[in-house]
């Protein structure tokens, strides 16, 4: 198991960026929960880079769309096919801004 890892990239202004890297299960999520705090009433959107994530599972897709639903989110890419895969499958796909290119990376 690749060990998860979460990394705020310094703050530019316009967005935050969180980058995840490694297997995500229920044991190891809690790391992008706590990322993706946002303060009330923040604006900005939060751009989580998942390009690096060898492994995701629901607990990982649930914080997601938790963090989706408090404010603006893009997911930045490309999308790894085992992602890419849970989010089809579960109909999740177009609840999010994907940018599979690197510049939609902030």
Not at 51 to 67: C, E, G
């Amino acid at each position: 198991m690749k060990k998860p890892k979460v990394r705020v990239r310094p703050d530019t202004g316009e967005a935050r960026e969180v980058v995840c890297s490694g297997e995500f299960d229920m044991d190891s999520v809690g790391q992008l929960a706590e990322a993706c705090v946002r303060d009330t009433g923040d604006p900005r959107v939060l751009v989580v880079d998942v390009s690096q994530v060898s492994f995701a599972d629901s607990s990982f897709l649930n914080v997601l769309i938790r963090v989706n639903n408090s404010g603006p989110l893009t997911l930045a890419g490309p999308l790894p096919s085992q992602l890419r895969r849970l989010l089809e499958m579960t109909g999740a796909l177009p609840l999010f801004d994907v940018r599979d290119d690197d510049a939609g990376a902030v």
